[in-house]
T-cell receptor
Framework: AQTVTQSQPEMSVQEAETVTLSCTYD???????LFWYKQPPSRQMILVIR??????QNATENRFSVNFQKAAKSFSLKISDSQLGDAAMYFC????????????????FGKGTRLSVIA | DTGVSQDPRHKITKRGQNVTFRCDPI?????LYWYRQTLGQGPEFLTY????????KSRLLSDRFSAERPKGSFSTLEIQRTEQGDSAMYLC?????FGGGAWREQFFGPGTRLTVL
């Protein structure tokens, strides 16, 4: 079974600064997807960024980028120019890429990192 | 609003009572998932559907839990004889299921927070 580990329960960052959230995972599969989800207080979870394991290039979405190290099974999220609205729980998630399946398989989540942004 | 909706948003019940939650997915999505999130933890998979067929159930889904998606649209999650350990946020998500390996985003609802007294 796959597992996802987020070793930082809480992080804080000054507004406009950069912060990196860590995630490691364990799998014996070679094809999979990795995700970062954001869960603001009392609001629903939204997808921040995704990475396909077969892609060597790290994904980037505006101020969010990842550092994907497949051999090390590491998948960190960097948030640049942090804004007050970035304050939330951030979850790292894994999804198998099963070519025999007809679509999305369930996600496996880490325990999350609570990010605070200091004005 | 065409996102995933869940009802109720909050439910307080006494131990031993039965509760039922409803999830309405995005209309064209044929995959529907239920997750449970306890305090300080990430969401954990419970079960999921492709149209009306229940494809997989987690070992977390004890025999007190049952989920249905009778017409391949909305889904219900029922918990019988609730226990204090059932207190959690129950999240629903939906996606398009498509050909093998094709990535489809899972969109989450706001969740139903259950408190068992």
């Amino acid at each position: 079974a796959q597992t996802v580990t987020q070793s930082q329960p809480e992080m804080s960052v000054q507004e406009a600064e950069t912060v990196t959230l860590s995630c490691t995972y364990d799998t014996s599969e070679s094809d999979y997807y990795l995700f970062w989800y954001k869960q603001p207080p009392s609001r629903q979870m939204i997808l921040v960024i995704r990475q396909e394991a077969y892609k060597q290039q790290n994904a980037t979405e505006n101020r969010f980028s990842v550092n994907f190290q497949k051999a090390a099974k590491s998948f960190s999220l960097k948030i640049s120019d942090s804004q007050l609205g970035d304050a939330a729980m951030y979850f790292c998630a894994y999804r198998s890429d099963d070519w025999t399946d007809s679509g999305n398989t369930p996600l496996v989540f880490g325990k999350g990192t609570r990010l605070s942004v200091i004005a | 609003d065409t996102g995933v909706s869940q009802d109720p948003r909050h439910k307080i019940t006494k131990r031993g009572q039965n509760v039922t939650f409803r999830c309405d997915p995005i209309s064209e999505h044929n995959r529907l998932y239920w997750y449970r999130q306890t305090l300080g933890q990430g969401p954990e998979f419970l079960t999921y559907f492709q149209n009306e067929a229940q494809l997989e159930k987690s070992r977390l889904l004890s025999d007190r839990f049952s989920a249905e998606r009778p017409k391949g649209s909305f889904s219900t999650l029922e918990i019988q004889r609730t226990e204090q350990g059932d207190s959690a946020m129950y999240l629903c998500a939906s996606s398009l299921g498509f050909g093998g390996g094709a990535w489809r985003e899972q969109f989450f609802g706001p969740g139903t927070r259950l408190t068992v007294l």
